[in-house]
C-alpha cells in the first residue's frame, strides 16, 4: 500500500521561504512522476509542480520561478522548494504520485498524502 507523508508547512510572512518534503513508501516510485498539489479555501486542488522519474519538471504558471521541485529516487522523496512566497501561495499542499511518467499530466495522479498546511502572512 502506498503510503506519502508530508512535513515542513508551517506560518511564514510574505518574501519567505518554505521547504515541503514527502517520504513515500510501500512500492518502487523510481519509475513514477511525483508532484505538488495545493487546495486554498474555497477553490479546486491545482497541481503546482511535477517532476518525472527522469527529472523532467512541470510548475503551475502562478509559481514559475519560486518553486522548485526535486527528487531523490534513493530515498524516495519529493520536495518542493518555495521562494518569495505570496499570501496568495496560502493552502493545503497534498504531496501526490502519478500512475505515469509524465509529471504535467494532474489526470495521473492517482495517489496523495495527508496534506500540510503553508500559511503566507502579508
Known amino acids: 500500500q502506498v503510503q506519502l507523508v508530508e512535513s515542513g508547512g508551517g506560518l511564514v510572512q510574505a518574501g519567505g521561504s518554505l521547504r515541503l518534503s514527502c517520504a513515500a513508501s510501500?512500492?518502487?516510485?523510481?519509475?513514477?512522476?511525483m508532484g505538488w498539489f495545493r487546495q486554498a479555501p474555497g477553490k479546486e486542488r491545482e497541481l503546482v509542480a511535477g517532476?518525472?522519474?527522469?527529472?523532467?519538471?512541470y510548475s503551475a504558471d502562478s509559481v514559475k520561478g519560486r518553486f522548485t521541485i526535486s527528487r531523490d529516487n534513493r530515498k524516495n522523496t519529493v520536495y518542493l522548494q518555495m521562494n518569495s512566497l505570496k499570501p496568495e501561495d496560502t493552502a493545503v499542499y497534498y504531496c501526490?504520485?502519478?500512475?505515469?511518467?509524465?509529471?504535467?499530466?494532474?489526470?495521473?495522479?492517482?495517489?496523495w498524502g495527508q496534506g500540510t498546511r503553508v500559511t503566507v502572512s502579508s
Open positions: 501526490a504520485l502519478s500512475q505515469g511518467r509524465t509529471a504535467g499530466w494532474a489526470g495521473g495522479y492517482k495517489y
Open positions: 510501500g512500492r518502487t516510485f523510481s519509475t513514477n512522476a
Open positions: 517532476i518525472s522519474s527522469g527529472g523532467s519538471t
